[in-house]
């Protein structure tokens, strides 16, 4: 049982800055893998970003790779996402994800969302 709420979303303009948080209230958040999709209006929702439960490990979808940054903070339950750079495309709904990760990351538990708006 974790219930997971996302903040920070909000309009940004494009080539600007933007850290999402994610706060966990679970007490085994450590024992979780955890994760970044997004799902903008009328696409399916797509994974972004991943981190295993130490933090020692990170991955990222090639259309973020070296603008954005996972990260967790386990004495918070906390995981954040760094959004450097962002442009129009980043415009989402942006969805934090409690889970394994064996291989592929298997979401188990959904935030509601926060919406990042990018202006051009």
């Known amino acids: 049982q974790v219930q997971l709420v996302e903040s920070g979303g909000g309009l940004v303009q494009a080539g600007g800055s933007l850290r999402l948080s994610c706060a966990a209230s679970?007490?085994?958040?450590?024992?979780?893998?955890m994760a970044w999709f997004r799902q903008a209006p009328g696409k399916e929702r797509e994974f972004v970003a991943a981190?295993?439960?130490?933090?020692?490990?990170?991955y990222y979808v090639d259309s973020v790779k070296g603008r954005f940054t996972i990260s967790r903070d386990n004495a918070k339950s906390t995981v954040y996402l760094q959004m450097n750079r962002v442009k129009p495309e980043d415009t989402a709904v942006y969805f934090c994800?409690?889970?394994?990760?064996?291989?592929?990351?298997?979401?188990?538990?959904w935030g509601q969302g926060t919406q990042v708006t990018v202006s051009s």
């Open positions: 994800a409690a889970g394994t990760w064996v291989g592929t990351f298997k979401p188990n538990h």
């Open positions: 679970g007490r085994t958040f450590s024992s979780y893998a």
């Open positions: 981190i295993s439960g130490s933090g020692g490990r990170t």
